[in-house]
């Protein structure tokens, strides 16, 4: 079965600084990868997601990348505001979707 | 069209009671998974359902845990004799339909506390 692996466990940033999270996986048959973001007590929800035809996807300050070849995609976040503060979950997704272990995020202000 | 639907938010039980956690998919998803998370930790899977089928219960332990997604009603969540251990938020999801390009859509989760 897939495996999604998560790096880095926790990540903190000063306000305004970029954000990086890294995923990889072992189903090479995988081609959906979303991203899900859980604030503190609530449910995760999905803030973007790429599909294999795609290598690289953008919605505003957030971007995904996709290397198929290499099977790791990542999450860039930009000028992070203390908003962005949360856990952020990958995941890989052929029948079934296998999430990664979360990234605790801290933007500090 | 409202959400996923998962009650009760919060649920108490002492050691050996059991725990019912119901899940109702949002409307027209037919799909729903089962998610465990204890503190600090992430969202592990547990069991995927159709509508009275089982699908995938790779993750769930093998025993007193047990789920079912019946043709009319919520899905359900049944935990015999719970124990410590079993203290996690369980979160459900739904989806239209299985296989790729399907974004799972989770529920608010139930919150168990094992006294």
């Known amino acids: 079965g897939e495996n999604v692996e998560q ?11 970029s954000a990086v999270i890294k995923c990889t996986y072992s189903d090479s048959a995988s081609n959906y990868f979303p991203w899900y973001k859980q604030e503190l007590g609530k449910r995760p929800q999905l803030i973007i997601d790429i599909r294999s035809n795609v290598g690289e996807k953008k919605d505003q300050r957030i971007a995904v990348t996709l290397n198929k070849t290499a099977k790791h995609f990542s999450l860039h976040i930009t000028e992070t505001q203390p908003e962005d503060s949360a856990v952020y979950f990958c995941a890989a997704s052929s029948d079934d979707m296998r999430f990664g272990a979360g990234t605790r995020l801290t933007v500090k202000p | 069209n409202a959400g996923v639907m998962q009650n009760p938010r919060h649920l108490v039980r002492r050691r050996g009671q059991e725990a019912r956690l119901r899940c109702s998919p949002m409307k027209g998803h037919s799909h729903v998974y089962w998610y465990r998370q204890l503190p ?3 969202l592990k899977f547990m069991v995927y359902l159709q509508k009275e089928n089982i699908i995938d219960e790779s993750g769930m332990p093998k025993e007193r845990f047990s789920a079912e997604f019946p043709k009319e009603g919520p899905s359900i969540l049944r935990i015999q004799q719970v124990v410590r251990g079993d203290s996690a938020a ?16 989770f529920g608010p989760g139930t919150r168990l506390t094992v006294l």
Not at chain 1, 7 to 17: F, M
Not at chain 2, 90 to 105: D, I, K, L, T, V
């Open chain 1, 7 to 17: 790096h880095p466990s926790t990540l903190s940033v000063q306000e305004g600084d």
């Open chain 2, 40 to 42: 600090e930790e992430g």
């Open chain 2, 90 to 105: 369980y979160f459900c999801a739904s989806s239209p339909r299985r296989g790729s390009y399907n974004e799972q859509f």
